[in-house]
């Protein structure tokens, strides 16, 4: 059975990198049928689409978080991973980790972990 | 950018559901989701491809729509169907989604 599990520092200072890692279980990360994505959610607020990256490594970001995101893949391990630099109090969400087919929607998710940018 | 409407709906158990999701452009290859939120929880994707449901679920749900007008229906809202539903788009980059409807108990 597919599972997802985020990872990483809940609080972050201003201007600092968020750092998480999302372990993937019953899957392997270097299937060609797949992405692999990660989604955020302000407290009270809505999802925004932070990007994705496939198996080949070509990673696509949403242009709003673009200059400030990376996203990689750790084949040996079966992860990947979410860097967000400078970051600010805007930041602060929980953060959800996702499988989403080459057509499709998002259909597996983690759990999600929260994310608070403060000093 | 997708926009749904209504932001809330309050609805009794029992009732159907009629959620909307427009989007500024058209969607060429209706490559439309719907998914459903609870509080605490990720999202579970609903429909896929506009119309399609996603595994195991139920056939109260349904997808409709093209272009750039799509709709969520559910036909008999059950207690565990409150929720939020959020629609998004993966037919033109980047993939974005909408801002939500809540489904309240009436």
């Known amino acids: 059975q597919l599972q997802l599990q985020e990872s990483g520092p809940g609080l972050v200072k201003p201007s600092e990198t968020l750092s998480l890692t999302c372990s993937v279980s019953?899957?392997?990360?270097?299937?060609?049928?797949?992405?692999w994505g990660w989604i955020r959610q302000a407290p009270g607020e809505g999802l925004e689409y932070i990007g994705v990256i496939y198996s080949s490594g070509s990673a696509y970001y949403n242009p709003s978080l673009k200059s400030r995101v990376t996203i990689s893949l750790d084949m040996s391990k079966n992860e990947f991973s979410l860097n967000l630099n400078s970051v600010t109090a805007a930041d602060t969400a929980v953060y959800f980790c996702a499988r989403r087919p080459l057509v499709g929607g998002f259909d597996s998710w983690g759990q999600g972990t929260l994310v608070t940018v403060s000093s | 950018v997708l926009t749904q409407s209504p932001g809330t709906l309050s609805l009794s158990p029992g009732e159907r559901a009629t959620l909307s999701c427009r989007a500024s452009q058209s969607l060429g290859r209706n490559y439309l989701v719907w998914y459903q939120q609870k509080p605490g929880q990720a999202p579970r994707l609903l429909i896929y491809?506009?119309?399609s449901r996603a595994t195991g679920i139920p056939d109260k749900f349904s997808g409709s729509g093209s272009g750039t007008d799509f709709t969520l229906t559910i036909s008999r809202l059950d207690p565990e169907d409150f929720a939020v539903y959020y629609c998004?788009?993966?037919?033109?980059?980047?993939?974005?989604f909408g801002g939500g409807t809540k489904v309240e108990i009436k």
């Open positions: 019953g899957a392997s990360i270097s299937s060609n049928s797949y992405c």
């Open positions: 998004q788009q993966y037919d033109i980059a980047p993939v974005t």
């Open positions: 491809g506009a119309s």
